[in-house]
């Protein structure tokens, strides 16, 4: 890198003979990772390690050429260097980390190339551990990282990138399969910009325009150094080629579309299984430099390190361009939801294990091979050959999927079962039977809390901290019996200790009335059809609003059945002085259950529904609602955005995206100016705003339909069907949704504090303890003074408690915050860290606390010792 500077002063200083900057040229050599699409596994780790082993011998014949001229080749993502690790010496390895810490091999953060619309906000986090994991153990940083031949991109993700670490990203696109049309990919406003998020940090992005032709390969692919799939002369295209970039760069006309100096091609190995190419380029780079232009082999870090010192402002865009072959995982939804559920377990689960770890630094040291297997899953499995048409058979790409989904449910479920029974352990038992609740999250909760339990049924639950009984009730859930009580004042990161005695509750009404299909408690009053659709739901706070608008014979909750009486008589599952579950069940328009809890005095409704039958055709739970003149936001990862195009003040760019789906992670909200309703959502990926199409966004519509599942594109080359046919045969389906109302405009923090505690519920656990390690009746581990911060995960570090323990959290307000974080210990040390977990800044705590700024959006990663 030391000699590449010095060259590049000269060539700044340098001029041609007539009066014109030299150009400055890079080819980047790279072989395309299609895992799973054009290979099995075994196949491609073979192919990354051969390729690898290659690359490093044509670096090291060419390390004596001038630095041009040198060998580079660029993996796609770690997983190749993962995989070299795993299958070669030490000594290997050792010459291949040298070979990156040279500039000569590049590698990006991601593990493979993904999509990411549908991925929660910590799964593109953890996906890029890995890459975390060989900056610290070997003094590296990764700079780059890359979401290749999807023709869509999320904005939320150029903050999670930075935050990663990430500098740079190229962006090349194919064609294949689009349902947009190639003239809405061939002019972009900006071929190089700084792609910036909502928190005002950003990635330096190279996304030419697009063409295709003919099987001809432009700029804007993902093989720009390639003019053709299958060509004999590979050294006369790349001539071409540096030909082409020569006439890209165009600094004199006043329509430039590319007013640089500064041009590079990236990519050669389109679909290739391996790339043994290296000579071609080498000669080409040599032949074609000139007084002129120089070209130079790239490990496209040095392009973008020329641009950004040669052109300081180059512009900014803060849009999403949507969803395209994101949307495929649906073709799998149920193994998708599964993925999701375990992210968001992760929450509750390493929030245990912090607590237990701190006692007990050893306990979880058995786990680590499953840890680094899960991360490595959320790194893999959002693979971006989700089309699922290429040489490798769709079941044997399914059962893959299902694979990488159980590595990384198995360690969440181990962790969080290890870690509830074990922190039961450190807090001390009693006479009676005791059991501890527990709140992930980081602001004191009231919330139901549903305890396993075996015993009498007639029983007095006491909150031991306030000395008092609480209200309870016994409820079934699938063949289980719970105590469900009504937990109240649970603290942050922290848990309330409740003993069950003999004897009779204190009389209490039913929490909810039943009255044929009319369910009512303090708060709401809705119809439940047979068929489980909710087709009338009344605000009490408001007067008695009505919030369900019949929108293209859909309601709310609504699977599409023909006769809202079409179903069983609605049954009363569970009834009791904390809340009551109503079931229907119907066959319209498939067999499918619906369970709606209300609670005594919430503003949250519960919605659990199933399928319970196996279907090929895409189908969606409508939520159609009665409102005006409303905006609907909604949770994208590390975003919230606003569902209108830029040009109405929105965040969906007005052109390059396609618009008919939506990302749906924790949350959507549709809201008039003092009036709106959020919906939470565990487990679909994806909504369509009204009748939203591949390039309208239906902004005015306030019907949501949600992606239960399905294959939702065809090929235009011959219609042949997208996505894994028949969901793989899955017969058994979830969709976990909540709703509530609020009585004034949208409050984004509202909003995901509303969805984080549906999906987060309070965790129960068995006090068994000899002795007290923790308090016996409250205790809290961390709290912060600031309302609008979240918690968005507490870990101990990946190397361990001893390293101490990690927090992430979010400033989801658009406001700038400050905040001190506390814990129950003193702070003895600490660092931002990026989200990856590699120290980037000391920082210093103030009377054992740690006091920390926010801008608006931002997300920020810490790290402390005690």
């Known amino acids: 890198m030391k000699y590449f500077r010095l060259q590049f002063l000269f060539l700044l200083a340098s001029v041609a003979v007539q009066g014109q900057p030299v150009k400055r040229l890079y080819?980047?050599?790279?072989?395309?990772?299609?895992?799973?699409?054009?290979?099995?596994?075994?196949?491609?780790?073979?192919?990354?390690?051969?390729?690898?082993?290659?690359?490093?011998?044509?670096?090291?014949?060419?390390?004596?050429?001038?630095?041009?001229?040198?060998?580079?080749?660029?993996?796609?993502?770690?997983?190749?260097?993962?995989?070299?690790?795993?299958?070669?010496?030490?000594?290997?390895?050792?010459?291949?980390?040298?070979?990156?810490?040279?500039?000569?091999?590049?590698?990006?953060?991601?593990?493979?190339?993904?999509?990411?619309?549908?991925?929660?906000?910590?799964?593109?986090?953890?996906?890029?551990?890995?890459?975390?994991?060989?900056?610290?153990?070997?003094?590296?940083?990764?700079?780059?990282?890359?979401?290749?031949?999807?023709?869509?991109?999320?904005?939320?993700?150029?903050s999670l990138w930075a935050g990663s670490g990430a500098k740079y990203s190229w962006k090349g696109i194919g064609g294949y399969g689009s349902q947009m049309t190639y003239e809405s990919r061939e002019n972009r406003r900006h071929q190089l910009y700084h792609f910036t998020g909502p928190d005002s940090s950003s990635v330096l992005m190279k996304w030419y325009n697009f063409t295709e032709n003919n099987k001809r390969i432009s700029f804007g692919g993902y093989a720009e150094c390639r003019l053709a799939i299958k060509s004999d002369d590979k050294l006369g295209d790349l001539k071409r080629l540096i030909g082409h970039l020569d006439a890209l760069c165009d600094t004199i006309s006043p329509t430039s579309r590319y007013p640089y100096n500064v041009a590079g091609a990236f990519g050669y190995g389109h679909d290739d299984l391996d790339n043994f190419t290296s000579k071609p380029f080498l000669d080409a780079a040599r032949s074609e430099t000139t007084a002129n232009r120089k070209v130079r082999l790239s490990n496209e870090i040095d392009f973008f390190e020329d641009i950004s010192k040669t052109y300081p402002n180059i512009p900014s865009e803060s849009v999403s361009y949507g969803n395209e072959w994101d949307l495929y995982c649906a073709s799998m939804n149920e193994t998708t939801a599964r993925v999701r559920r375990s992210v968001e377990k992760l929450r509750?689960?390493?929030?245990?294990?912090?607590?237990?770890?701190?006692?007990?630094?050893?306990?979880?040291?058995?786990?680590?091979?499953?840890?680094?297997?899960?991360?490595?899953?959320?790194?893999?499995?959002?693979?971006?050959?989700?089309?699922?048409?290429?040489?490798?058979?769709?079941?044997?790409?399914?059962?893959?999927?299902?694979?990488?989904?159980?590595?990384?449910?198995?360690?969440?479920?181990?962790?969080?079962?290890?870690?509830?029974?074990?922190?039961?352990?450190?807090?001390?038992?009693?006479?009676?039977?005791?059991?501890y609740v527990f709140n992930p999250l980081n602001w004191t909760r009231d919330d139901i809390a549903d305890f396993e339990y075996a015993g009498s049924e007639k029983v007095i639950v006491n909150d031991l901290a306030l000395r008092k009984e609480v209200i309870?009730?016994?409820?079934?859930?699938?063949?289980?019996?719970?105590?469900?009580?009504?937990?109240?004042?649970?603290?942050?990161?922290?848990?309330?200790?409740?003993?069950?005695?003999?004897?009779?509750?204190?009389?209490?009404?039913?929490?909810?009335?039943?009255?044929?299909?009319?369910?009512?408690?303090?708060?709401?009053?809705?119809?439940?059809?047979?068929?489980?659709?909710?087709?009338?739901?009344?605000?009490?706070?408001?007067?008695?609003?009505?919030?369900?608008?019949?929108?293209?014979?859909?309601?709310?909750?609504?699977?599409?059945?023909?006769?809202?009486?079409?179903?069983?008589?609605?049954?009363?599952?569970?009834?009791?002085?904390?809340?009551?579950?109503?079931?229907?069940?119907?066959?319209?328009?498939?067999?499918?259950?619906?369970?709606?809890?209300?609670?005594?005095?919430?503003?949250?409704?519960?919605?659990?529904?199933?399928?319970?039958?196996?279907?090929?055709?895409?189908?969606?739970?409508?939520?159609?609602?009665?409102?005006?003149?409303?905006?609907?936001?909604?949770?994208?990862?590390?975003?919230?955005?606003?569902?209108?195009?830029?040009?109405?003040?929105?965040?969906?760019?007005?052109?390059?995206?396609?618009?008919?789906?939506?990302?749906?992670?924790?949350?959507?909200?549709?809201?008039?100016?003092?009036?709106?309703?959020?919906?939470?959502?565990?487990?679909?990926?994806?909504?369509?705003?009204?009748?939203?199409?591949?390039?309208?966004?239906?902004?005015?519509?306030?019907?949501?339909?949600?992606?239960?599942?399905?294959?939702?594109?065809?090929?235009?080359?011959?219609?042949?069907?997208?996505?894994?046919a028949n969901q793989h045969g899955e017969r058994g389906f979830l969709y976990q949704f909540a709703l509530s109302t609020h009585q004034e405009g949208f409050d984004a923090l509202q909003a995901m504090r509303f969805a984080l505690e549906h999906q987060n519920p309070l965790v129960t656990g068995l006090v068994t303890g000899a002795t007290s390690l923790y308090p016996e009746t409250v205790y809290s581990l961390l709290r912060t003074d600031d309302p609008g911060l979240l918690l968005w995960s507490i870990k101990p570090s990946e190397e361990g408690i001893q390293s101490g323990l990690v927090t992430r959290f979010w400033n989801i307000n658009p406001i700038a915050a400050e905040s001190t974080i506390a814990f129950d210990k003193q702070i003895r040390s600490a660092w931002q860290t990026s989200h990856i977990e590699t120290d980037q800044q000391k920082l210093d705590p103030k009377n054992g606390s740690l006091p920390t700024r926010f801008r608006p959006h931002q997300i920020q990663t810490f790290r402390v010792t005690f």
């Open 27 to 158: 080819l980047a050599n790279d072989d395309h990772t299609d895992y799973m699409w054009t290979a099995d596994e075994a196949t491609y780790d073979s192919a990354f390690v051969h390729m690898l082993d290659y690359h490093l011998d044509q670096i090291d014949s060419t390390r004596n050429n001038p630095p041009d001229f040198q060998a580079r080749f660029n993996c796609d993502g770690s997983y190749w260097i993962r995989a070299y690790q795993k299958y070669r010496s030490a000594a290997q390895f050792g010459r291949l980390i040298a070979a990156i810490r040279s500039g000569h091999i590049g590698s990006p953060l991601n593990t493979l190339v993904s999509t990411y619309g549908a991925q929660p906000t910590e799964a593109v986090i953890r996906g890029m551990y890995y890459a975390g994991q060989l900056e610290r153990a070997f003094k590296l940083r990764f700079t780059l990282a890359e979401a290749m031949e999807n023709n869509t991109i999320p904005l939320g993700l150029s």
């Open 348 to 435: 509750a689960a390493e929030a245990l294990s912090s607590l237990v770890a701190l006692n007990k630094p050893a306990l979880f040291a058995d786990l680590e091979p499953a840890k680094n297997l899960a991360w490595q899953s959320l790194g893999m499995y959002w693979e971006h050959n989700w089309t699922a048409d290429g040489p490798v058979r769709q079941p044997v790409r399914a059962d893959w999927q299902i694979k990488v989904q159980q590595q990384l449910s198995s360690y969440t479920d181990s962790l969080y079962n290890r870690s509830v029974s074990n922190l039961g352990h450190q807090i001390k038992k009693g006479r009676n039977q005791r059991f």
């Open 472 to 724: 309870s009730q016994l409820v079934w859930r699938g063949n289980k019996k719970y105590l469900r009580i009504k937990a109240e004042g649970i603290p942050s990161v922290g848990y309330k200790v409740y003993e069950i005695r003999p004897g009779t509750p204190k009389p209490a009404p039913d929490a909810v009335k039943v009255s044929g299909e009319y369910i009512s408690n303090s708060r709401y009053r809705l119809r439940l059809s047979r068929s489980g659709a909710i087709t009338e739901l009344y605000d009490s706070l408001a007067g008695g609003r009505q919030l369900v608008r019949k929108t293209d014979n859909r309601y709310l909750n609504d699977l599409g059945s023909s006769d809202k009486r079409q179903g069983n008589p609605l049954m009363i599952e569970n009834a009791g002085p904390v809340s009551v579950t109503v079931k229907a069940v119907s066959n319209d328009p498939v067999p499918h259950t619906v369970r709606l809890t209300l609670f005594k005095d919430s503003p949250r409704i519960d919605i659990q529904d199933s399928i319970q039958v196996n279907f090929k055709d895409v189908k969606t739970w409508a939520f159609s609602f009665d409102l005006n003149n409303q905006t609907t936001r909604h949770e994208e990862l590390g975003a919230v955005l606003t569902a209108k195009l830029e040009t109405r003040q929105g965040h969906y760019a007005s052109q390059n995206a396609r618009l008919d789906w939506q990302t749906f992670n924790h949350f959507a909200d549709m809201s008039e100016k003092d009036y709106g309703v959020t919906l939470s959502n565990v487990d679909c990926s994806f909504f369509k705003l009204g009748k939203s199409t591949v390039d309208s966004l239906h902004e005015t519509s306030s019907q949501l339909s949600a992606l239960a599942g399905g294959r939702v594109d065809t090929k235009r080359e011959d219609k042949g069907v997208l996505g894994i």
